[in-house]
């Protein structure tokens, strides 16, 4: 499968982190809407669009020696697809990280585990593996 994602990253208004030990900004939500296609277990090529929110948890640089890191995972919702079968709840499990390549905001890699179901009969786990660029408006 290969896609694009768009995605607007929101501060937690009610500073969760801080309950579990964490700096009150180090939860954050995701909303986003994606592209994807692929095939299918049967060969049969598909196109969906879905939607997608996430919570992600920013974890402390001294986690992994220095390097910032997170945990996140979410829902995804099919809103269009190929396969016409729309109305379709998926989701995912990542961990990433991040930093200042001097790009004019954040770089990041992420890998995880996820279902995005574009038909009825196409479910199953997917290894994912993201690369991106945050850009701050």
């Known amino acids: 499968m290969v896609g694009v994602v768009g ?62 890191s997170y945990i996140g995972g979410g829902l995804n919702y099919t809103v269009k697809s190929s396969a016409a079968a729309t109305g379709q709840l998926g989701g995912e499990a990542y961990v990433g990280i991040q930093g200042d390549l001097g790009l004019g905001g954040k770089s990041y890699a992420q890998v995880g585990v996820g279902a995005l179901r574009s038909s009825l009969n196409s479910t199953g786990l997917a290894l994912e593996l993201l690369v991106g660029q945050k850009i701050i408006l």
């Open 7 to 68: 995605s607007v990253v929101l501060p937690d208004p009610m500073g969760l982190g801080g309950i579990v030990g964490l700096p009150s900004n180090a939860v954050s939500y995701k909303l986003g809407v994606g592209y994807a296609q692929g095939n299918d277990k049967n060969s049969v090529n598909w196109k969906t669009v879905p939607i997608f929110v996430d919570a992600v948890i920013s974890l402390p640089a001294d986690v992994l020696g220095g390097i910032e």
